[in-house]
């Protein structure tokens, strides 16, 4: 990446965002998972910062949910799968991804997430 400030330069906001934009495009995706590469009915648990979801696929291919969790989902309720974020700025569409804020979408709101801690299939051992 180019350097685009001088020694002793404060960066203004054209050379911070080309340097987040450099940083998220770098980032390795591997820590989480795409809904549209899963099957309808898969199962999966998601525990943030604050909170455990249940999530199951309905249709993959738009990231349409029934998630259940958080204050917000005290029962199943459909939702769109946005992506993962930092909390703004840029979204990994669809994503899920641990060290992100999962974005949600209802027919009546938008929730975002604290942070995600660890990602499960439903049944797998491996969510910590």
Same mark, same amino acid.
């Given at each position: 990446?180019?350097?685009? &400030? ?12 080309? *340097?987040? /934009? ?23 648990? $998601?525990?943030?910062?604050? *909170?455990?979801?249940?999530?199951? $696929? ?7 949910? /029934? ?16 992506? &993962? ?18 974005? /949600? ?24």
């Amino acid at each position: 990446m180019a350097d685009y &400030s001088a020694p002793g330069d404060t960066p203004g906001p054209e050379q911070t965002r080309a *340097h987040c /934009l450099d940083r998220w495009a770098a980032f390795d995706w591997r820590d989480g998972l795409q809904v549209p590469d899963l099957a309808p009915l898969d199962r999966l648990v $998601v525990r943030t910062c604050n *909170h455990v979801y249940e999530l199951i $696929v309905l249709e993959p291919w738009r990231a349409a949910v /029934l998630v259940r969790g958080g204050a917000y989902f005290t029962e199943f309720t459909r939702a769109c799968v946005a992506g &993962s974020s930092a909390g703004g700025g840029f979204l990994k569409l669809h994503g899920i991804y641990a060290g992100f804020r999962l974005e /949600l979408n209802t027919e009546s709101q938008a929730i975002i997430t604290s942070p995600v801690r660890a990602i499960a299939r439903a049944g797998d051992d491996t969510l910590g």
